[in-house]
């Protein structure tokens, strides 16, 4: 026990034998996990940023001027189901990854899908949308990951739950627009004059919004690395 819980002082010797804990993950994290009643406009960028680099940001920062958001958050994922755990850094250092490159108040790093106690897509934004009852989320993800939606754990109830921002990724576009997320949504695609008006929209609804792309990817910067 520390000199705080018992009032007592400890002998040097137990003192200097202690190892020094790591920070909790979620240590300085902005987001309350019982929720609040913020009326906001909130993008929610979920992944396992294992790194995060600047083309996270790019599509952050993008998402928040198109669709006019209060907020983006950097959801770090406490683990993909889908990606092997086969050189997944520490929760503590992808969320330091984020930290690094975030600048202003409108991006916002956060463990919020640990301290929920969520790990699929799915229930992650109902429980958000329960906690958070008066925010307008937008799920945003690049065009590679639309392709893959139809893999995600109830995948049709995550596009029945919120409006999604899809946005475009280098030799991925082509393929997430005729994909069979995009074919069992095709009568709900948002046309790109009202861009502006997704987070407002009742889903299913989703857009795809154009603009520059940026081809890096954490894998690239892992495997530069070693």
């Known amino acids: 026990m520390s000199d705080i819980v ?9 003192r200097t034998r202690q190892e020094p804990q790591a920070p909790a993950p979620h240590s300085g994290d902005p987001l309350p996990a019982r929720g609040d009643n913020r009326r906001l406009r909130i993008g929610l960028l979920g992944g396992s940023f294992n790194p995060a680099h600047p083309g996270h940001i790019l599509i952050a920062s993008r998402a928040a001027r198109a669709l006019s958001l209060d907020q983006v958050w950097l ?47 799915v229930d992650t934004i109902r429980t958000l949308k329960t906690r958070f009852p008066n925010a307008r989320f937008v799920w945003i ?3 590679d990951v639309f392709t893959q939606l139809p893999r995600w754990r109830r995948w049709k109830d995550v596009i029945r739950t919120v409006p999604i921002a899809v946005m475009p990724r280098p030799g991925s576009n082509a393929a997430a627009l005729r994909g069979q997320a995009a074919s069992f949504l095709r009568h709900y695609r948002l046309p790109t004059g009202k861009i502006r008006q997704l987070p407002e929209k009742t889903p299913p ?3 795809f919004l154009p603009g520059p792309q940026n081809g890096i ?10």
């Open 6 to 14: 018992t009032g007592q002082r400890l002998p040097d010797s137990a």
């Open 75 to 121: 959801m770090v994922s406490p683990g993909n189901p889908l990606k092997p755990r086969h050189g997944m850094a520490p929760l503590t250092q992808r969320l330091a990854s984020v930290r690094r490159l975030v600048r202003g108040r409108t991006l916002i790093p956060t463990t919020i899908e640990t301290r929920l106690g969520t790990r699929y897509t």
């Open 141 to 143: 993800m690049g065009a």
């Open 205 to 207: 609804v989703w857009a």
């Open 217 to 226: 990817s954490s894998t690239a910067l892992r495997n530069a690395e070693q």
